[in-house]
């Protein structure tokens, strides 16, 4: 009876987020089905779509780019050199990091605040209900034709036509969604919860260089086990036949030209995605886990959670390592800024690395 009384309760005060969850099945239906299109006044162009090919020079040509002084071909060769010495070295941190935790000593320091947050995961679906509520109403009021309509408003003119080619509304994409997440963090941390934001979040600028610097050992630690992973990945890729998935920003550091562009790319890449990726899945979500199933399940099923945004199958396990770290560090550490660090420097590093061999292709 109790459980009857919780449901009713429960579906009572959630009447919008359930008429929210009706009203996006109809909207996905209407979409699916082709009945909502481009409005008349914008043009989304499907922009040349390729496969990322490997035109990757031989080891010799490589060699001979290094004499000639090729930047490519050198910066090839310290990323290289990199790698193995992060390799060599998370290896070693990792013994260290064992070695200590067999003594029952931490050697992870405390740098953020340590308190239950006061959101549940009731709050967290909530703001995931609204997230998805917001993207369709931006597409129905592109669709319909509002947005063009609203531009020849303020251009005071009738035959406006705006033409965004695919990477251009990938980039539109980007703004929208990160807008809205960060918005729906401050509405439910500040204004629904009266807290404040970077703190709750366990952002410190104070600890700033501590948590940049654990970040960084961490990242480092991690090497070994992301060789592992991928390893695994690519075996299991070829066992059950799965061709890796085409990543549509292989085509923009492929084919892009416009500066502009490129480097809106990579700061979102490189900089604001990991920072609102953490700021919801460690600072926003995992919390919301934890008092629900504990510090274990929560690390793990955050994890998947945030491997499984990223849609692909060879990058699951990896990422799904990544999050474990993520989670884990940010658990001991009670700093965001830690885990934002390490998700700065593998998005920056995979970049750099796509950069290089653009260059080297070309």
């Known amino acids: 009876m109790h459980t009857k009384d919780t449901r009713i309760s429960f579906f009572r005060h959630n009447k919008l987020y359930l008429i929210l969850i009706i009203l996006l099945i109809a909207f996905n239906y209407l979409i699916n089905s082709a009945w909502l299109t481009n409005s008349p006044g914008i043009i989304f162009e499907g922009g040349q779509v390729v496969e990322w090919k490997d035109e990757f020079p031989s080891e010799e040509a490589v060699k001979d780019l290094i004499l000639e002084g090729n930047i490519y071909a050198w910066g090839l060769f310290g990323i290289t050199f990199l790698i193995v010495l992060g390799f060599v070295g998370g290896i070693v941190l990792d013994v260290i990091y064992f070695v200590f935790r067999s003594r029952k000593r931490d050697i992870v320091p405390r740098l953020g605040d340590s308190k239950e947050k006061l959101w549940s995961l009731a709050d967290v679906v909530r703001a995931v209900i609204l997230y998805f509520s917001f993207l369709a109403i931006i597409r129905l009021f592109f669709a319909s034709g509002s947005f063009c309509l609203l531009i020849r408003f303020f251009l005071r003119s009738q035959d406006t036509i705006i033409i965004l080619d ?24 500040t204004f629904k919860y009266k807290q404040s934001f970077f703190k709750s979040l366990g952002i410190n600028i104070k600890s700033f260089i501590r948590s940049a610097l654990l970040g960084l050992a961490s990242y480092i630690s991690y090497l070994p086990f992301l060789f592992i992973a991928l390893l695994i990945s690519l075996g299991l890729s070829d066992f059950f036949k799965i061709a890796p998935e085409e990543n549509p920003l292989l085509n923009v550091f492929s084919i892009e030209g416009r500066p502009w562009l490129l480097f809106y790319f990579v700061l979102c890449i490189c900089l604001v995605g990991p920072i609102i990726e953490e700021l919801f899945f460690r600072g926003f979500l995992y919390p919301a886990l934890r008092k629900k199933i504990g510090t274990f399940l929560s690390i793990l099923v955050s994890s998947a959670l945030f491997s499984l945004l990223h849609m692909t199958f060879v990058g699951f396990l990896p990422i799904f390592f990544l ?40």
């Open 166 to 189: 695919s990477f251009e509304g990938m980039a539109l994409g980007f703004t929208l969604s990160y807008s809205i997440i960060a918005l729906l963090l401050i509405y439910f941390i």
């Open 323 to 362: 999050g474990i770290l993520l989670a884990y560090i940010y658990e001991k550490s009670g700093s965001l800024l830690s885990s934002i660090t390490i998700h700065i420097i593998h998005n920056s590093s995979i970049t750099l690395f796509l950069f290089i061999v653009k260059g080297l292709s070309n």
